[in-house]
């Protein structure tokens, strides 16, 4: 029989539990590993996304210093910049546009936004602001939808949105001060003493001490090693520019500087200046009947006491044993004879006071009905009489020596650049249809640098409608020749006065002795825009005069009546539609290479030449300056020169302010420098009346303000070497 023995084997009641656990922790851990990779594709997809509007922005600022128009920012700069955008996240279609807005910002800058949707579930969106003074800001955000892969299998969402942004800004002046002393140790860097007001648009800088009072007044911050900025007079200044004023609290939306005490040392920012050796022969002077004509290079010990007038050809002067002025007028401002006021123009009213009659040399001209042969007369056309309206604009052509910059430097072949003034006061002639009569232009005196003369008619007389006066011809000023075409020569003999006569470009009018004659009244078509008639070219008939002078520039606010000259055309766009602008002095906004078209809100930044400009060089020594109020000197820089004006060659490896320790710039209604003072191991004593003695920035060692009268320094981005070059802010 079999035995049945009983087993002393017990299951266990746990038994199991372990691999519901084990799966349980599976769970968990494929949750953990889930997590991880749907975080860390998170974290490289926003990488990516940072890198690529890092790219793209930082690139928006380089293309738009190389394609500085609007249009171009359309078309070229935000294409360019969303390719990049695309190939850094290798998105491999192209992404398409789904909204596009042009308006302002709450300070009135312009203001640009783009959306853009691309393959992936990507968006980019992008806003372009001109800030002006402050550059142009380039943001760059992107978005994308980044789809999960574990996350939502446990209940999560099925996407995750990543976001990256960027900003860039080019063109940025902040740190571009109106005043730089660079003088690290005092006692006093920069210097306010006796009863003298200086008044500052734009920041003052200091790398020392400061002895300030409220004489000072900033229209901006002051900025100093150690010192007294808070005694400045801090001014409210409009952010998009305008007068500043004094005020217990700044008008809605507009700005108030403040004291920044200590600061960090702004360095020197060691500017050259390549262009002098192009100009180092000795210079040369010209009688010209009413006016001395200077050409530029070197000179030595120049000095004037007496009155006159001195207008500068474009270059660089080197003033070996310094430049004194202590009388006369000397200028490189090319004006018309008997200038336009600037709020009445095309009329009978004459400027006043005119730019040249400031050195008694002033420009002049009569126009009077002479007669001519039958069929050659001007006819009103069934009217039988009526009045016509002439004005002249001085003309001239200016080349600048620079053989290297290629098509960078439009003014290097004969016969240069071409410059032509504002208009003059107009001139009103009554003639009568049957009398066979033409019109007679008579130079009595030649506007300082002019060697032509366009001459401009109005069919209604000088009615003060701009539009109204058409182009007739171009003529060699008296005194001058050209063979047929520019450049003018004159053997400086003249006689500098007389009939223009044998114009060209225009309405041919063969009879000697006569300016104007074979126009009918019917035959002048008043274009209905400047196309056919650029700006930066030579005329055709029916085209119009250029743009007419502004107000004086008055400093600090107000001036005298009759006492500062008017000022040029604003900086504008020489090209249909835009305004015509400036064509002969400091505002010349001729593009580099020309253009079909233009940003209005920057209309001279592609320009590499401004024809007609000055530099005065003083090399190392004791060649300074001395600007006294009983002389004028009013000269412009421009964009060759890196607008800087007057170039002192620093002292190194020499200490410091071993030289020039005072020179004087007492500016007088006139006197004005527009451009960058540069001299970092030189000082300057400041005083002035009326007008800014310096529109443009001033660099140097020391700066003192004496005296009782009221001087101004104007920083003017314009007119102002170049800023830096685009960067990340964000």
Not at 286 to 312: A, K, Q, V
Not at 519 to 538: D, E, K, L, M, T
């Amino acid at each position: 029989m079999r035995s049945i023995v009983p087993s002393t084997t017990k299951r266990s009641l746990q038994e199991g539990q372990a691999i519901v656990l084990i799966a349980l922790l599976i769970l968990v851990l494929f949750g953990m590993l889930g997590l991880a990779i749907d975080s860390g594709r998170g974290y490289v997809d926003r990488r990516d996304q940072q890198t690529a509007v890092d790219a793209a922005a930082l690139a928006a600022g380089d293309w738009y210093e190389n394609f500085p128009d609007r249009i171009d920012l359309l078309g070229t700069v935000i294409p360019k910049t969303v390719t990049l955008y695309q190939n850094n996240l290798r998105i491999y279609s192209p992404c398409s546009q789904v909204y596009y807005n042009s308006g302002t910002t709450g300070l009135g800058f312009p203001d640009d936004n783009w959306t853009f949707q691309c393959q992936g579930q990507y968006s980019l969106q992008i806003e372009a602001i001109n800030t002006q003074f402050n550059g142009y800001d380039f943001t760059y955000k992107s978005t994308h939808q980044l789809p999960l892969t574990f996350i939502q299998i446990f209940g999560g969402a099925s996407n995750i949105t990543i976001a990256a942004q960027a900003s860039a800004i080019v063109g940025n002046q902040r740190q571009t001060p109106a005043l730089l002393t660079l003088d690290p140790t005092g006692p006093c860097s920069t210097l306010m003493h006796g009863n003298g007001q200086l008044t500052l648009y734009g920041d003052a800088y200091s790398n020392g001490p400061v002895c300030l009072d409220n004489n000072l007044g900033i229209a901006g911050n002051c900025y100093a090693a150690s010192g007294s900025c808070n005694a400045a007079t801090f001014l409210c200044y409009p952010p998009n520019g305008g007068p500043p004023y004094q005020a217990a609290s700044c008008n809605p939306g507009d700005l108030q500087g403040a004291s920044y005490v200590p600061a960090p040392t702004l360095p020197d920012p060691g500017y050259l200046a390549p262009e002098q050796p192009y100009y180092s022969g000795a210079g040369s002077s010209f009688n010209r009947g009413t006016w001395t004509e200077m050409t530029p290079g070197t000179w030595n010990n120049f000095s004037i006491s007496s009155n006159g007038c001195y207008f500068l050809d474009a270059g660089v002067y080197t003033w070996n044993g310094g430049y004194t002025s202590h009388g006369g007028l000397v200028s490189n401002e090319l004006k018309a004879p008997t200038e336009a006021a600037y709020n009445a123009p095309g009329t009978m009213t004459a400027a006043n006071p005119d730019f040249w009659a400031g050195g008694g040399c002033d420009g002049s001209f009569t126009a009077a009905t002479v007669g001519v042969p039958v069929g050659q007369g001007i006819k009103h056309q069934g009217s039988g009489s009526g009045p016509w309206g002439v004005e002249l604009t001085s003309v001239r052509y200016d080349r600048f020596k620079d053989s290297t910059m290629g098509a960078g430097n439009p003014c290097y072949n004969s016969p240069g650049c071409y410059r032509e003034s504002a208009p003059s006061v107009c001139q009103v002639i009554n003639e009568i249809d049957a009398n066979n009569l033409g019109i007679a232009v008579t130079i009595i005196n030649n506007a300082p640098g002019a060697q032509y003369y366009n001459v401009y008619i109005n069919p209604n007389g000088c009615d003060g409608n701009q539009i109204n006066f058409s182009f007739v011809n171009t003529y060699l000023a008296p005194g001058w020749t050209d063979g047929g075409s520019p450049p003018a020569t004159s053997a400086g003999v003249g006689p500098w006065t007389g009939i223009l006569t044998g114009g060209r470009g225009g309405w041919p009018c063969a009879v000697p002795a006569v300016t104007i004659c074979n126009i009918q009244y019917n035959s002048i078509s008043v274009p209905a825009n400047r196309a056919g008639c650029p700006f930066y070219n030579a005329r055709a008939a029916n085209c119009w005069a250029p743009t007419y002078e502004a107000p004086p520039q008055c400093f600090p606010n107000v001036c005298v009546a009759n006492t500062a000259p008017q000022e040029n055309p604003a900086m504008s766009l020489e090209y249909f539609p835009s305004n015509g602008g400036d064509l002969a002095n400091e505002n010349y906004c001729m593009q580099t290479p020309i253009s079909p078209a233009g940003d209005p809100n920057a209309p001279c930044s592609s320009a590499k030449i401004t024809p007609g400009a000055v530099q005065f060089y003083f090399p190392v020594g004791n060649n300074c300056l001395d600007q006294n109020g009983n002389g004028s000197t009013h000269v412009f820089s421009g964009e060759q020169y890196n607008w800087i004006v007057i170039y002192e060659v620093p002292s190194t490896p020499t200490a410091p302010n071993t030289y020039c320790s005072s020179q004087k710039l007492n500016g007088s209604a006139y006197t004005q420098y527009i451009g960058t003072i540069y001299s970092p191991t030189s000082s300057w004593d400041i005083l002035g009346s009326d007008t800014a003695p310096l529109a443009g920035q001033l660099i140097s060692w020391m700066a003192t303000v004496t005296g009782s009268g009221n001087a101004g320094i104007l920083f003017n981005p314009n007119y102002s070497p170049a800023p830096p070059a685009a960067r990340l802010i964000n």
